[in-house]
Nanobody, 118 residues
Framework: QLQAFGGGVVQAGGSLRVSCAASGRYGMGWFRQAPGKDREFVAAISPSASTTYYADSVKGRFTISRDNAKNTVTLQMNSLKPEDTAVYYC?????????????????WGQGTLVTVSS
């Protein structure tokens, strides 16, 4: 069970953090879905945390990390924009973080809402 927590409401330019329970065996990642839009890939991290992937729209602003000792994966979101408003979903893939970019997901977590006001 992937339990996501964090999120909330923030003004544009602000920061938020969302976290999720993680398994050290899985590539972990985050996706998001804005109202009326398809779910899209945001970021992923390998089981060892040695490799990360980001969507172009969040590069330089978002950072994904994981703490395998605490079984958590975190998405730190800085310089938030109104277009980042979405429900954010945690995801896991036994095939690895790189497969998450292709939506090869074994487990989805429940979403958590991030709202960025202008």
């Amino acid at each position: 069970q992937l339990q996501a927590f964090g999120g909330g409401v923030v003004q544009a330019g602000g920061s938020l953090r969302v976290s999720c329970a993680a398994s050290g065996r899985y590539g972990m990642g985050w996706f998001r879905q804005a109202p009326g839009k398809d779910r899209e890939f945001v970021a992923a991290i390998s089981p060892s945390a040695s490799t990360t992937y980001y969507a172009d729209s969040v590069k330089g602003r978002f950072t994904i990390s994981r703490d395998n000792a605490k079984n958590t994966v975190t998405l730190q979101m800085n310089s938030l924009k109104p277009e980042d408003t979405a429900v954010y979903y945690c995801a896991a893939s036994l095939a690895g973080a790189w497969r998450l970019r292709s939506y090869d997901v074994d487990y989805w977590g429940q979403g958590t809402l991030v709202t960025v006001s202008s």
